[in-house]
């Protein structure tokens, strides 16, 4: 495969869909698909056969705002219609060609104003299984100009210059990454891209796999290309179906054109990946976890160094990513780094996906460029929290992060400013808390998941949020006194510090975060035995009620 | 040195074919080992003593390793699933909207704990950490089919549905 063959194959595929009038693209992912979008999509096929008109009926991944589905978007005029269900297919293929149907027009203009699109380009307007959607909107271009015109060197170079850092929630410069593997002494390197999405409350990696595979396989081939390895793992959630088919159709398709394989592109590089299913194991997204997960074992943390990047999987030089990172090289080597350094904030650049969910609106998936105000999401681009409640507080990072309060909506969303509140980016999960939400019953549920999840080789984290569980299920059911939560307070620290890897030393942040600002909650759960937000059921002892 | 011979399938079973291929697919690698669990849990439902001892045998894994393995990872089950399962999903946005409710509401009629099956073997209730349907929280799947917004009612419905089924 050339260059000229990938032109012409985008050529054709736009000959193809310029012999229809119009295109009617139905949202096919996950959210749309469980309110009947597959009944829907039929019954607009029907339809349009039925009508004569020359319409092109395309099944596409996620739109974004999934709290409006089943979304359907009309082009080239560029009309979305929401809650569409399939009695309304026969009068939107009558509307082709004159004014839209008014009942089913979503009018999500501010939504769409604030969001800028690079990892989710293309999602919701290809179909994801098919290679040629993706080749006809610049798919693979990058890879093979990689191959053709630039040195290994040259893409780590252009990776660095971008600024890009880690999307999986660490933040570490993935240029100074791929710099490190492709330093790395020894043959037989590995890429290994981490799509074991175990954030609870979080979606956009098996968006991004499921809307558009192919973005993800094509960074890892770049990956692959500038540090040296032949050999690439995809490892995905087993919990996530849809994705791992997704994936699966997208490698045998880049197989059968040759852009992996052997000497792709007519270069000496070659390059396969394949597909390893995690079992459900949210401690296998730490990456030495995840490598003894591929290799077939339990999977628990080792101490590091050394790192991956200098014996990873099998013992060779590994270079782990995240999905939504893979994701961003494509148009960094066909728009250049300049391009991708000029979005952003200082030490932040380009644009983060979040999963926006909770109380808000408009539920789905947003992508924001870095530094955007918190306040911007969660007013405009989430149309508020809604049913006259009051906004409490963002959870950013899940278990590894931590909850920022009403009053800091005018944060910038960056690495380093989250971080100085008290949360983390992670990995794009971000939940919205109104008044109802118990601040203390939060943090118990963040404590009670990393307790279960937490692997056990190391005593911090295994005792320790297990005692941190104790305790605040004590002031959860209003049997605590003031020494818990020092004795609680004086456990954070001990977990963070000690723990072996991430997940026991972020563990305690929830708990933090929430003392740090709703620290008056703590109190009157375990002073007057009263949850604010009524969520907690205090059982009230004698001499209070007295 | 004699060369390794796996050891023969455990009966007649057509599914076994299946779970060797896989086995086969990666040249009875020892790391192929979560692959094949997979497929034997896709293939039965479940994994049992006779399957993991089948698939480390085939590997050359040791027993204590393989069964470390099954019982490390929550996605593998050693019990057999009910006839119908109702799986709540109990991740930080479906926590958020009440799952806790449809939680209880659900145990409360089937008389079952998250992870346990009714009496009569009919219906499984278990609880998923995510399963990233989350813009459309709370969600329950029934026999592995996603709803979201689901109410309390909703949910004792499809536990009716199957009761009298």
């Known amino acids: 495969m050339t260059i000229e063959e990938l032109e012409q194959i985008a050529r054709s595929v736009h000959e193809e869909n310029a012999k229809y009038d119009c295109e009617i693209n139905v949202c096919l992912d996950l959210a749309c698909a469980s309110q009947g979008a597959g009944l829907l999509k039929d019954a607009l096929v029907k339809a349009a056969e039925a009508s004569g008109k020359k319409v092109l009926v395309r099944r596409t991944g996620c739109m974004g705002p999934c709290s409006h589905g089943p979304l359907v978007r009309v082009d080239p005029a560029q009309t979305l219609y929401r809650r569409v269900n399939a009695g309304d297919a026969e009068k939107i293929v009558s509307s082709l060609g004159g004014p839209p149907v008014p009942e089913l027009q979503c009018d999500l203009n501010e939504h769409f104003e604030k969001q800028v699109r690079v990892v989710l380009e293309n999602a919701g307007h290809i179909d994801p299984e098919k290679i040629d959607d993706y080749i006809s909107r610049d798919g693979y271009k990058a890879l093979l100009t990689a191959l053709i015109e630039m040195t290994p060197a040259g893409v780590v170079h252009r990776v660095t210059e971008s600024g890009l850092r880690g999307r999986g929630g660490g933040g570490y410069p993935t240029g100074l990454k791929w710099g490190t593997v492709a330093k790395a002494a020894g043959s037989g390197k590995y890429v290994v891209c981490n799509g074991d999405e175990g954030d609870p409350g979080a979606f956009m990696d098996r968006s991004v796999m499921e809307s558009d595979p192919h973005r993800v396989i094509e960074g890892m081939a770049i990956a692959a290309y500038a540090v040296g390895a032949s050999k690439g793992y995809i490892y995905v959630r087993a919990e996530y179906p849809i994705a791992v088919s997704r994936l699966t159709t997208a490698i045998r398709d880049?197989?059968?054109?040759?852009?992996?394989?052997?000497?792709?592109?007519?270069?000496?590089?070659?390059?396969?990946?394949?597909?390893?299913?995690?079992?459900?194991?949210?401690?296998?997204?730490?990456?030495?976890?995840?490598?003894?997960?591929?290799?077939?074992?339990?999977?628990?943390?080792?101490?590091?160094?050394?790192?991956?990047?200098?014996?990873?999987?099998?013992?060779?030089?590994?270079?782990?990513?995240?999905?939504?990172?893979?994701?961003?090289?494509?148009?960094?080597?066909?728009?250049?780094?300049?391009?991708?350094?000029?979005?952003?904030?200082?030490?932040?650049?380009?644009?983060?996906?979040?999963?926006?969910?909770?109380?808000?609106?408009?539920?789905?998936?947003?992508?924001?460029?870095?530094?955007?105000?918190?306040?911007?999401?969660?007013?405009?681009?989430?149309?508020?929290?809604?049913?006259?409640?009051?906004?409490?507080?963002?959870?950013?990072?899940?278990?590894?992060?931590?909850?920022?309060?009403?009053?800091?909506?005018?944060?910038?969303?960056?690495?380093?400013?989250?971080?100085?509140?008290?949360?983390?980016?992670?990995?794009?999960?971000?939940?919205?808390?109104?008044?109802?939400?118990?601040?203390?019953?939060?943090?118990?549920?963040?404590?009670?998941?990393?307790?279960?999840?937490?692997?056990?080789?190391?005593?911090?984290?295994?005792?320790?949020?297990?005692?941190?569980?104790?305790?605040?299920?004590?002031?959860?059911?209003?049997?605590?006194?003031?020494?818990?939560?020092?004795?609680?307070?004086?456990?954070?620290?001990?977990?963070?510090?000690?723990?072996?890897?991430?997940?026991?030393?972020?563990?305690?942040?929830?708990?933090?975060?929430?003392?740090?600002?709703?620290?008056?909650?703590?109190?009157?759960?375990?002073?007057?035995?009263?949850?604010?937000?009524?969520?907690?059921?205090?059982?009230?002892?004698?001499?209070?009620?007295? | 040195m004699h060369a390794f011979t796996p050891p023969p399938l455990p009966s007649d079973d057509k599914r076994w074919k299946i779970v060797n291929g896989t086995m086969r697919k990666n040249g009875f690698a020892r790391h192929a080992l979560i692959e094949t669990l997979h497929t034997v849990q896709s293939s039965f439902g479940y994994l049992d003593d006779d399957s993991i001892r089948f698939v480390a045998q085939s590997l050359r894994v040791p027993l204590s390793q393989a069964y470390g393995v099954v019982t490390f990872y929550h996605y593998f089950s050693l019990k057999p699933p009910g006839k119908h399962t109702l799986t709540i999903c109990a991740g930080t946005a479906c926590y958020i909207k009440g799952s806790d409710k449809l939680i209880a509401s659900a145990e409360k009629r089937l008389g079952v704990a998250p992870g346990q099956t009714t009496g009569d073997g009919n219906i499984s209730l278990m609880v998923a950490r995510c399963v990233g349907a989350c813009s459309r929280a709370p969600v329950v799947l029934s026999d592995g089919e996603v709803s979201g917004e689901v109410t309390g009612d909703q949910v004792l419905a499809q536990l009716e549905r199957w009761a009298v089924e």
Request: glycine letters at 12%; a neutral charge; hydrophobic letters at 40%.
């Open chain 1, 254 to 546: 880049a197989r059968r054109r040759g852009l992996l394989g052997s000497e792709i592109g007519g270069s000496s590089f070659s390059f396969d990946v394949e597909i390893r299913l995690g079992a459900g194991a949210f401690v296998c997204g730490e990456e030495t976890a995840l490598i003894a997960s591929i290799e077939g074992r339990r999977g628990t943390p080792r101490p590091r160094p050394p790192y991956p990047a200098a014996s990873g999987l099998w013992g060779k030089p590994t270079l782990i990513n995240n999905v939504e990172t893979f994701a961003n090289i494509p148009p960094i080597i066909r728009n250049g780094g300049k391009w991708f350094f000029s979005m952003g904030s200082e030490r932040s650049k380009g644009t983060k996906v979040f999963a926006l969910t909770g109380k808000i609106a408009n539920t789905g998936l947003v992508e924001v460029p870095m530094g955007i105000k918190l306040r911007e999401i969660i007013d405009v681009i989430g149309g508020g929290v809604p049913d006259g409640h009051k906004l409490k507080a963002v959870q950013t990072g899940g278990p590894s992060g931590g909850c920022i309060p009403a009053e800091m909506m005018g944060l910038g969303v960056s690495y380093d400013a989250l971080m100085a509140a008290g949360s983390i980016m992670g990995s794009g999960g971000m939940i919205v808390m109104d008044d109802t939400s118990c601040m203390v019953n939060v943090a118990r549920f963040f404590v009670e998941f990393c307790m279960t999840e937490s692997c056990g080789k190391c005593i911090p984290c295994r005792a320790g949020t297990a005692q941190m569980f104790t305790l605040l299920t004590r002031i959860c059911d209003g049997s605590a006194t003031m020494d818990d939560l020092v004795l609680l307070e004086d456990l954070c620290a001990t977990v963070k510090e000690a723990s072996l890897c991430g997940l026991g030393q972020t563990a305690p942040n929830p708990v933090l975060s929430t003392l740090k600002y709703f620290r008056d909650e703590y109190v009157e759960h375990i002073v007057h035995k009263r949850c604010p937000a009524g969520v907690c059921a205090l059982q009230v002892p004698a001499e209070v009620m007295a």
